[in-house]
């Protein structure tokens, strides 16, 4: 008798279920390492120096953005090229070569940045070194997510995790880390596995690398649609943040950070899933075979909102001691943060699980449109809100990301895979724009009643609170 996943997905896909369970528990186990060191940092610190440290961290993921984005279209490339041995090497060199060279230009982009006071209230060094560190990990899992393997993404990413904590907790226990020194941390404890693996198993120092046009041209036609999806998504998750550090200070960073790593941990379950997802849908689009990929799809896509959904209620109805048993009695205040925050993290799994599923059906345009529209749409808030509670940023991330799924939804119904690209149709540009004209609506009305009922600008108490 079948059982029900083959029931739902058909026996052919059945089999992948081992391995995004063995990716999503490394995912979950990283994910929950690095929350504990992000919960150290913050009890060794002030409010105010974990506040740096999340900004560092916020602006170091802006700056590595472009390297993010060639690690996935490479892990996508990889992906369709499994089983011909030349073309792996070609698509493996030329993406080495191709992230390489942009590490570098981030790396000068971030001095240039520090010397003219755009970085103001970050760590320089701990900007650089967080960026190097994301940036050899990203590409190193992706290049093994790409090939095929499962134990050593895995490996890498939770090893990388538990040095980070493990060696915070020593430097913990004999001094008083610095908000620098934390990371620095952060940014070298992803390096040390993978020289571990390439001293042990290598993936990159033995294996056949070439150069060639064509696959450095495939990558690139990938990449170029993902540079606005990865900017679009890099302003949906940072903005907040530094919406918060400009209005409010370094203290309320501290306290929405915390209450934004809680709500990620829900990013774990549609982490571990596309990582398995996207390689395979471009695997079944270069055989042909839409029907099994729309119900892979759809399946993850549901499996995603109701585990996510389910965790989440729990974590929305114990938020206020759940924050102040974690990180302190200073955090409860994030609380209803949380809680809204929580909202997006939910509908952000099925927008993930749908978004990576149309990049490996080779539909970047899918994500880049619904990317762009989130991120408008957080910017929109973030400026005609009213601005006199932090509670306005985490309305502006979780709604954005709302509105996001909701048109990504609609338009994988009108055009479910059959080919490898096209346009929206009508009846979904229709759609998308009512959306977002309802959307600004929204936050207009919203904005008008706060003007009303005698909300101050935002800009005038800020220059109230510089007077004080």
Same mark, same amino acid.
């Not at 059982?3 to 059945?14: H, Q």
């Given at each position: 008798?079948?059982?029900?996943?083959?029931?739902?997905? %058909?026996?052919?896909?059945?089999?992948? =279920?081992?391995?995004?369970?063995?990716? *999503?528990?490394?995912? !979950?186990?990283?994910?929950?390492?690095?929350?504990?060191?992000?919960?150290?940092?913050?009890?060794?610190?002030?409010?105010? !120096?974990? !506040? @740096?440290?999340?900004?560092?961290? @916020?602006?170091?993921?802006?700056?590595? %953005?472009?390297?993010?984005? =060639?690690s996935n279209a490479l892990t996508r490339e990889m992906g369709a090229a499994r089983g011909d041995a030349q073309r792996t090497a070609e698509m493996l060199g030329s993406g080495l070569l191709l992230a390489g060279g942009v590490l570098a230009a981030s790396l000068g982009l971030c001095l240039v940045a520090a010397a003219t006071g755009l970085t103001d209230g970050a760590d320089t060094v701990g900007l650089l070194v967080a960026v190097v560190g994301m940036a050899g990990f990203q590409l190193y899992y992706g290049i093994g997510r790409g090939l095929g393997e499962q134990i050593r993404p895995a490996t890498t990413y939770v090893a990388g995790s538990f040095i980070q904590l493990a060696a915070l907790g020593v430097l913990a226990a004999v001094a008083n880390p610095s908000a620098r020194t934390v990371l620095i941390l952060f940014g070298l404890s992803s390096l040390v596995p993978i020289v571990l693996w390439e001293l042990r198993r290598p993936l990159l120092r033995r294996r056949s690398l070439a150069l060639s046009g064509a696959a450095t041209r495939a990558v690139v036609r990938l990449a170029t649609p993902l540079l606005l999806a990865e900017f679009a998504y890099l302003i949906w998750l940072s903005a907040d943040q530094i919406w918060i550090q400009h209005t409010f200070g370094a203290s309320q960073v501290g306290i929405y950070s915390a209450a934004k790593n809680l709500g990620q941990i829900l990013f774990v379950i549609p982490a571990g899933m596309t990582a398995v997802l996207m390689p395979r849908i471009a695997e079944l689009h270069t055989r042909g075979d839409a029907r099994h990929a729309r119900r892979l799809v759809w399946a993850a896509t549901v499996g995603a909102l109701v585990v996510c959904g389910l965790i989440g209620l729990v974590m929305v109805i114990v938020r206020e001691p759940l924050l102040g048993g974690l990180y302190g009695q200073d955090y409860r205040a994030g609380a209803e943060s949380l809680a809204i925050l929580t909202i997006g993290s939910v *509908?952000?799994? !099925?927008? @993930?699980?749908?978004?990576?599923?149309?990049?490996?059906?080779?539909?970047?345009?899918?994500?880049?449109?619904a990317m762009v529209l989130a991120a408008g749409c957080e910017l929109i808030a973030l400026a005609v809100l009213p601005s006199d509670r932090v509670t306005t940023a985490a309305w502006a991330v979780s709604g954005s990301i709302t509105i996001a799924l909701v048109a990504v939804a609609l338009y994988m119904l009108a055009r479910p895979f059959r080919g490898g690209g096209g346009g929206a149709s009508r009846p979904v540009r229709r759609a998308l724009s009512l959306l977002w004209w309802a959307f600004v609506a929204l936050v207009i009305g919203r904005r008008s009643t706060a003007a009303m009922s005698g909300v101050p600008d935002r800009w005038a108490r800020q220059h109230e609170r510089r007077q004080r």
């Open positions: 008798m079948a059982s029900p996943a083959r029931r739902l997905i %058909g026996s052919r896909l059945a089999g992948e =279920l081992p391995a995004i369970a063995t990716l *999503t528990a490394s995912e !979950g186990a990283a994910r929950l390492l690095s929350f504990c060191f992000y919960l150290l940092a913050a009890r060794e610190l002030t409010t105010a !120096g974990f !506040g @740096v440290v999340r900004y560092t961290i @916020v602006l170091s993921v802006l700056a590595f %953005g472009v390297t993010q984005v =060639l *509908t952000n799994a !099925g927008f @993930v699980v749908l978004t990576a599923s149309a990049v490996g059906w080779g539909r970047p345009a899918v994500y880049t449109t």
